[in-house]
């Protein structure tokens, strides 16, 4: 059987507007999910998007609602999200904010695209995200078009309403959804797609923000924008799969393998096809995050418990193996 490590990845801050809507209206909270509190605590945290599709069944399952992303939708909003350094809709119009959500998403979800298509006079936003199946796609694409949805209304007020609705998926609250787009949807569509007259890109909303003509982002937060792992680049990818393994503890052999529903022997054949041993890359890549943690100025005992180290002796002795100094020694050299 061939072994699939070709995976998707969202970061926290796009996804946790979902969580935060189905606690405020169904009381399902994140431990309830199984969601470690420190992943969302990092709003850049890389998250494998079949580990969202779980959740995002679990959520069906513990709410009895097959329709909650409708129910929630006040909450899919790009203004909501917690993005360091973007505001998405903070454009002067709409065609401009388009443009920014299509190409700067890149950044906060690999796998997925989000483009323009032209047909006559009709402009359809798309959204294609290969990595969900079955009533996952039903739920990631519910998702998406509501997104997309409120950040039309933004621009051009909220009695607007699209032409048409493509979703992803099996039908869930037929009514509700009618209700809430108050146009034709197709279901089990291709892919995610909201349509809508072109003459909507020349109009302004009554509101908006200026522009601002600044963008100012720190130097380690541009690279993070840069570094998103894309599914095929299977180094990245096993790096990533490591360093998110982390928030349920000590990554080991075992556990990685498990989140890509392979073997443990299946992920060390891959490891030595691209000259790595788990024992290695893991510490490499556990030092290499203590690191960034060190110069946010956490303490050697917090980094410690953020990486999943019974205690700090065992980090220490860890961070030596793969730098040759101790975690406090590391910490002098770089605090100024």
């Known amino acids: 059987m061939p072994m699939n490590i070709d995976t998707s990845f969202i ?5 946790s507007t979902v969580f935060t809507g189905v606690e405020q209206i169904y009381g399902i909270n994140s431990q309830d999910l199984n969601i470690p509190r420190a992943l969302l605590a990092e709003p850049m945290a ?3 998007f079949g580990q969202v599709c779980i959740w995002l069944e679990r959520i069906e399952r513990l709410s009895e609602d097959p329709a909650y992303m409708i129910k929630i939708a006040q909450h899919l909003d790009f203004s909501r999200l917690d993005v360091p350094g973007i505001r998405f809709l903070a454009t002067t119009d709409l065609a401009m904010s388009v443009r920014r959500i299509n190409y700067g998403i890149a950044s906060f ?3 997925a695209s989000y483009y323009i298509t032209l047909s006559g006079n009709i402009i359809k936003w798309c959204y294609r995200n290969p990595y969900a199946f079955n009533q996952q796609k039903t739920h990631d694409s519910l998702r998406v078009a509501i997104m997309l949805f409120n950040a039309l209304k933004h621009f051009l007020g909220d009695d607007f309403r699209p032409l048409q609705l493509h979703i992803s998926g099996p039908t869930v609250g037929k009514q509700a959804a009618e209700s809430l787009f108050d146009c034709p949807i197709i279901w089990n569509a291709p892919q995610t797609e909201i349509w809508l007259s072109s003459d909507a890109l020349v109009q302004q909303a009554s509101s908006l923000l200026a522009e601002n003509s600044t963008v100012s982002l720190p130097r380690s937060l541009f690279e993070q924008y840069l570094d998103m792992p894309q599914p095929h680049d299977t180094p990245k990818v096993l790096f990533e799969m490591v360093n998110y393994a982390r928030f349920y503890g000590l990554p080991t052999v075992d556990s ?3 989140l890509f ?3 443990r022997q299946q992920l060390q054949r891959k490891l030595q096809n691209h000259g790595f041993n788990f024992t290695s890359i893991c510490g490499y890549i556990l030092s290499h995050q203590a690191i960034k943690y060190m110069l946010v100025n956490k303490s050697i005992v917090e980094i410690a418990q953020l990486l999943g180290y019974a205690n700090t002796h065992s980090f220490s002795r860890a961070f030596k193996r793969s730098r ?3 975690p406090q020694q590391y910490l002098e050299r770089i605090t100024p």
């Open 46 to 48: 890389l998250i494998p």
């Open 324 to 326: 040759n100094c101790t």
């Open 256 to 258: 990685v393998a498990g």
């Open 11 to 15: 970061r926290a801050c796009y996804i």
């Open 109 to 111: 979800h690999s796998g």
């Open 261 to 263: 529903n392979i073997s």
